[in-house]
């Protein structure tokens, strides 16, 4: 059995390796989180929190979007173009059992969703507006040589809290995984709507955070999905 302080003789001066050390699984682990786990998500508090795993700004104004496409439909030749507010409504809409993950919005060519920043509320499938923020969206903050061509930008933040809660320190692993399930259920539908999104993992963090008012500890931005206009 590994030693419970391993990560101490570990050096110093090598952050990359006390992280990924942090973050293995040991099988004493496993036999830890089978008699603790259960009654710490038993817990009154926390069973509330980990039913409801997802932000709500109910003081902002709220969008509501179409309901989903029916990609089973649209698969077999649904004919004409989709409304944009569609298409943006079955981009958004990701499986319940995700639950570290929040999605943002810069909506800036998007049939009947007005330019600005929304939240998606997960609970309610709707856009929570932020208030409007000064001129326009600050691509050259966020990220270098950011496409022109892009009616929207959708924001995947992940909530380090949920998952460590659950995982531990592992659970930021976990959270990657979620994320990128997010993105490939984004372009599988994509691909059947017959839209183009643009993938951007290189962004500025810290701009980013910045601009959805992330703390950038608590939540930070994963990565980001652009949006083609038609």
Not at 116 to 133: D, I, M, Q, V, W
Not at 166 to 192: D, H, P, S
């Amino acid at each position: 059995m590994p030693s419970v302080n391993v990560r101490l003789s570990l050096p110093e001066d090598n952050p990359c390796e006390l992280f990924h050390t942090d973050t293995k699984l040991y099988p004493y682990q496993l036999r830890q989180w089978k008699y603790q786990q259960q009654p710490i998500a038993e817990h009154p508090a926390i069973a509330r929190w980990m039913q409801a795993p997802f932000k709500e700004y109910l003081s902002l104004p709220q969008l509501d979007l179409p309901a989903p496409l029916p990609l089973k439909t649209v698969a077999t030749g649904l004919p004409g173009e989709q409304p944009d507010a569609e298409l943006l409504a079955t981009l958004l809409d990701y499986p319940e059992d995700i639950t570290s993950l929040e999605l943002y919005l810069w909506a800036e060519d998007i049939q009947g969703v007005p330019s600005g920043l929304y939240h998606y509320n997960k609970r309610s499938r709707r856009l929570e507006s932020f208030p409007a923020t000064e001129g326009s969206f600050p691509a050259d903050k966020i990220r270098q040589n950011m496409p022109e061509n892009l009616a929207a930008v959708l924001f995947i933040s992940g909530v380090f809290t949920r998952i460590r809660l659950q995982y531990g320190e592992r659970g930021y692993r976990y959270m990657l995984f979620e994320a990128g399930r997010v993105i490939e259920q984004m372009l599988a539908k994509a691909e059947t709507l017959n839209v183009s999104l643009q993938l951007m993992p290189d962004f500025f963090d810290d701009a980013t955070n910045a601009f959805l008012d992330l703390d950038g500890v608590e939540e930070s931005v994963l990565s980001l999905v652009g949006i083609e206009k038609k």
